[in-house]
Each structure stands twice: as C-alpha cells, then as structure tokens.
C-alpha cells in the first residue's frame, strides 16, 4: 500500500506490474488467520503514516499519495464489514465538506482516505457545503469533529461564516481546515480549532483529542 499498489492489474507503480498489491494482499491476509484490527493497525495505519511522513518531508509528491491513498481504499474496502459487525471499533468520527462556493474534491477524498486508514469513520458531504448542510450532518451523525477544506481564495472566506454558525450550535465540536490557500493564522482568525497542511498532520491532531 505505502508504495500505491492497488491490486494486481494496476500499471502503478511500474516495477510492480503484475505483483498482487494492497486489495490482494488484505484478502489473503484476512483468508489465512489475521484479524481485521491486525490488518488495520499493523499494515494500514502505520503504512498512511508512512506515506505522510515521506509527503511532510518531501520525499514524495502529490501523485503518489494519490495513488497510496487508493490503494488504501482498496484494502478498506475488505475491512469495511468487520467495522458493521462490530469486530473492529472506530476511533472517532469526522464529518468531511468543501466549503460552499468551491467544487474542489481530490484534496479532501485523500484526506478522507487518511482518516479512514487511521481507523475513523468518515461522513463526507462533498461539495459546496453549506453552512446548513454542515449543521444537518453533524445532528444525525454525532461526529467527534468536522473537516472542511477549500481550494480557492474566493472561496476560502466562506469558511468564517461556517465555523462561526458550527461553533454557535456546537462550540465544542472540533473544526479543522485545509486547503491549499488556507494558513494557520487564517484558521486562528475564523475560529477554527486546527490547521494541518498535510493529512498527516489532521489525523495526528484527531488522534491527540479522542
């Protein structure tokens, strides 16, 4: 996975061909003995830290978190039953949106893919999030915390308007922002609770606060 293998037909990486990637090897995994909590916090988890950690020192680039993070999905997808029956808990949960105005989603689906690899369960509203749509998802899901990111300039500013209204419903719901025109000081002036500029760095905040 930490290499963006998906499965065996994937091209990607190229020294690969033909090799089973992660959907193969999680299903052998769970057919030969390994429980889903093993796969999850013995392969997964540390496999997306590694990717973030190589990402936030930049050894490598956006395309291959890309394909790192599918890979992920792929293995998920096998884990997925075993959070329904119970066998393996959640961490936490986070409600995921692009900020309204804005109709950028790759970001987010990566940082989404993240948290699911670190064991959270993520609601994803897509995009143009309103405020209202924002609030309606935190009442019928109860997250532990909410993520919202934003590609544009223009439509980054939405954000205060968001976090104001999420803060005056649920002022201890922890609100986190991203975006590639987001900084740490435009966080701290709308009220948001955390800026990351990685997903590595989101789910280490999540982790620090369940």
């Known amino acids: 996975m930490e290499k963006g293998k998906i499965d065996a037909r994937s091209p990607h990486p190229q020294d690969m061909q033909g090799e089973e990637g992660a959907d193969e090897l999680t299903h052998k995994a769970l057919s030969t003995g390994a429980t889903a909590q093993e796969v999850l916090t ?12 190589k990402f936030r020192n930049n050894e490598i680039y956006l395309p ?5 993070a599918r890979a992920m999905g792929a293995a998920m997808e096998h884990l997925k039953p075993h959070f329904k029956s119970g066998d393996i808990q959640y961490r936490g949960k986070i409600v995921l949106g692009t900020v309204s105005g804005d109709l950028h989603d790759i970001g987010k689906k990566i940082v989404g893919m993240f948290f699911e690899g670190g ?33 544009l300039t ?6 205060e308007e968001i976090v104001r209204g999420l803060k005056t419903n649920f002022p201890q719901l922890l609100i986190i922002v ?4 987001v900084t740490d000081a435009f966080a701290t002036r ?18 620090r606060n369940i």
């Open 119 to 151: 064991g959270w369960e993520v609601i994803d509203c897509g995009v143009d999030v309103s405020e209202p749509q924002f609030l309606e998802a935190i009442q019928e899901h109860q997250p532990d915390a909410v993520g919202m990111s934003a590609l």
């Open 42 to 53: 013995r392969a997964l988890i540390p496999g997306m830290q590694a990717v973030g950690d």
């Open 190 to 207: 709308i009220g948001a609770d955390f800026y990351s500029p990685d997903p590595q760095g989101a789910l280490e905040k999540l982790n």
């Open 154 to 159: 223009t439509t980054m500013v939405n954000m």
């Open 178 to 181: 991203g975006g590639a025109p």
């Open 64 to 68: 291959d978190v890309l394909m790192s």
